[in-house]
């Protein structure tokens, strides 16, 4: 986006309450942006609030649900949206899984991405709005012990893609880009996540940690947006994150 139009201009985010999406939510009010924040626990985000002023409106809802998508973009409007929003996968393996288990990511983290980029495409968003997915490194390589994480994952990959390709042919102007994260023990879906693989490999937290090399942060997954945003990087449809920067993923 034009730096001229960011200032003032509103971003929806999705899972704002905490882990990345509140650090998502503070890099983009820091570069001007009025942001509003969606999760379904009312009490962080009224503290986000707090710290972050009028420049973040708090909306507690289930972003999964098929009719939140469209009534939020009618009323904010956003030339900014941030698909943030994950179920924490029960890391166990398969034969350990339930179905219903199994399917959690897809039942939110995919199904909230497939309701939130369809309303985009039909509102449709302003030519030049950036629509960003959180996918993870995990689609790239699967993950064993989260159950159907990796390939919920792997779908909202391919739906950002699919949305980039009708945005395109339609000629909106809006822009699909998918950030897939290498796991960290920064938040609290990660903590989970670290934990079971520690213990799956009988090594302890920090052994683990150590064979994962640098830790991502919250503060870095925001900065990795508010920079597709302010077109600093932008020209690709998908990026992983690393504590070592954004880079392309072909
Ligand atoms: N941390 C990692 O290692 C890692 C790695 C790769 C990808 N990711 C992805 O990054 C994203 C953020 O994860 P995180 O690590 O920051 O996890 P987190 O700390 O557990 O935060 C998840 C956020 O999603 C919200 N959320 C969950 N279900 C929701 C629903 N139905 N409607 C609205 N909001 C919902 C939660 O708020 P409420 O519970 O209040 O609704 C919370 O704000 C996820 O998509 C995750 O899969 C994380």
């Known amino acids: ?41 009312g009490a962080q985000l009224r503290e986000l609030r707090t710290e972050l002023g009028e420049s973040f409106t708090p909306v507690t809802a289930d972003a999964a649900d098929s009719t939140v998508a469209g009534q939020l973009i009618d009323a904010y409007r956003p030339g900014i949206l941030v698909l943030n929003a ?10 350990h899984q339930s179905w219903q288990t199994f399917s959690r990511n897809w039942d939110v983290d995919v199904q909230h991405v497939f309701h ?6 039909l509102a449709p968003l302003a030519p030049g709005s950036p629509v960003i997915a959180v996918s993870s490194g995990a689609a790239l390589r699967g993950s064993p012990l989260p159950g159907g994480y990796s390939g ?13 390709a009708e945005s395109e042919r339609d000629g909106l102007g809006i822009t699909f880009v998918s950030v897939l994260p290498q796991l960290t023990l920064a938040t609290a879906l990660g903590a989970v996540g670290v934990a079971a693989y520690a213990a799956r490999q ?36 998908a990026y992983l994150l690393t504590a070592a920067g954004m880079s392309p993923v072909s």
């Open 152 to 164: 919920a994952k792997a779908t909202i990959r391919f739906i950002t893609s699919y949305a980039a």
């Open 86 to 95: 994950g179920a924490t996968p029960l890391p166990r393996p398969i034969q």
């Open 202 to 237: 009988s090594v302890d937290v920090p052994t683990f940690l150590a064979d994962l090399g640098p830790a991502l942060s919250p503060e870095q997954a925001g900065k990795a947006v508010a920079d597709l945003v302010t077109g600093r990087r932008h020209d690709q449809g």
């Open 1 to 41: 986006m034009p730096t001229s139009e960011i200032a003032g201009s509103t971003a929806l985010v999705t899972g704002a309450s905490r882990g990345f999406g509140r650090d998502i939510a503070t890099a983009l009010s820091g570069i001007g942006v009025q942001v509003v924040g969606v999760a379904r626990d």
């Open 116 to 121: 939130w980029m369809r309303e985009a495409l």
